[in-house]
């Protein structure tokens, strides 16, 4: 039986989906239900569902980015969004993350049936792919399967876009106390995945990204005279002026105070 979970912020909606749709003709069964997106996440993660009918804009919840969380962590997880908007842009950037169909609020039964129809199908073709590959030894699962590379593509997409938050956020925010965990919240994802993805597309640590953004606004800020090194060491985050500079150093290969004079020296 796949797993099915169901999200939306509208009890009526929730309760319509589980007790209206043949779940069984299709082989599925209703993991577990949640109200918004954080609940779902740590549902997700725990029961890790084969199937997700979700809302793409509850309180709270930036719509696109949690649905490219779910693809992120979770490629082969079958996604159908219901909303109650019909932007064509925003329908087509969540396609583009690798949701399998777009609903609009109020949906038919009949459409919602499709939809189910649609993820189940991609579903047993690739399980029944897998089988095959156990039976003939040296033969990919995924080999010649344009769904598992559509999956492939739009995991793809959605990793991106998700480090593109996050450098997004850590640039806005680097004057603060971050941490790996405090991103990886803004961004929907677990802090294991966020620090797979920043070394995967960046080739540095989160520590080593988050020192590289300070330390380019720190050289920024040497051009005013009037602010002291230990000001700048905390203009751009760093508790402590010591180690302020020896990150400087380590990164530009001299010191704080050398790359100032060497910016104001005469020509």
Known sequence: MYKVIIVDDEDTIVTGLSQLLPWQKFGCEISATANNGESALSLIRELKPDI???DIRMPGM?????????????????????????EFEYAQRALHLGVANYLLKPSRIDELESALMRMTEILNKRRDRAVAAEDEEGISAA??????????????NASNFITRNALRYIEEHYSERLTLPNV???????QWHLSKL????????????????????AK????????????ISEMVGFSDVTHFSRIFKKIEGKSANEYRNHRTEPV
């Open 52 to 54: 997700l009918f979700t």
């Open 62 to 86: 930036d719509g696109l980015s949690l649905i490219a969380a779910f693809r992120s962590e979770f490629p082969e997880m079958q996604i159908t969004i219901l909303s109650g908007y019909p």
């Open 198 to 217: 920043i070394s995967r597309y960046t080739g540095q640590s989160f520590n080593g990204l988050l020192n590289r953004v300070r330390i380019d606004r």
């Open 220 to 231: 920024e800020l040497l051009s005013n005279p009037a602010l002291k090194i230990w000001e």
């Open 143 to 156: 080999e010649n399967d344009e769904t598992a590379a559509a999956s492939s593509e739009s995991g793809e």
């Open 184 to 190: 990886a919240q803004q961004v929907f994802v677990s």
